[in-house]
């Protein structure tokens, strides 16, 4: 690990825990809210469907931004921390700072906001715990 990466590791370490148990609290909501739905009367239900769907929103956007957190932590082990997937250019300190998991420079992260960058497929990879 390149010294200059340490302090965005330790971050994404921080980060990477609150994640983890975020996604442990939202989980358990959901099966909260799941067996609610099942005995509950009418009006109840939509409430609770309503819900539902916001906590899985949640989960799923607490999900890929923890996947982000382990490529970005698994990046900076590589020495390979702080450039552009897209376009190879060096992400500015100021971004890393308030992102430490971005993957893209800003100008490319534009780019994917707007839908006109080609990301790759998104390829299932076995937990590499330790
Ligand atoms: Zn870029």
Same mark, same amino acid.
């Not at 909260?32 to 939509?46: I, K, P, R």
């Not at 698994?74 to 971005?102: D, F, V």
């Given at each position: 690990m390149?010294? +200059?990466h340490?302090k965005?590791? /330790?971050?994404? !370490?921080?980060?990477? %825990? ?8 939202? +989980?358990g909501?959901?099966? &909260? !809210?799941s ?5 509950g *009367? $009418? @009006? *109840?239900?939509? @409430? @609770?469907? /309503? ?5 899985i929103?949640?989960? *799923?956007? =607490? ?10 932590l698994?990046?900076?082990? +590589? ?5 552009c997937?897209n ?9 890393? &700072? ?11 992260? $534009?780019?994917? &906001? ?5 990301? $790759?497929e998104?390829? %299932? +990879? =076995?937990?590499?715990?330790?």
């Amino acid at each position: 690990m390149k010294p +200059e990466h340490r302090k965005y590791y /330790n971050k994404l !370490l921080a980060e990477r %825990e609150y994640l983890q148990q975020m996604i442990q609290l939202e +989980e358990g909501e959901r099966v &909260e !809210l799941s067996t609610a739905s099942e005995t509950g *009367d $009418e @009006v *109840d239900v939509s @409430v @609770v469907a /309503n819900l539902r769907e916001y906590t899985i929103t949640r989960v *799923d956007q =607490d999900r890929q931004r923890l996947r982000l957190v382990e490529e970005a932590l698994q990046r900076i082990e +590589e020495g390979e921390y702080g450039y552009c997937l897209n376009c190879g250019q060096p992400i500015s300190p100021k971004r890393l &700072e308030a992102l430490p998991w971005a993957r893209y420079c800003v100008k490319c992260q $534009e780019l994917k &906001e707007r839908g006109l960058l080609k990301e $790759e497929e998104e390829t %299932e +990879e =076995d937990m590499a715990t330790g």
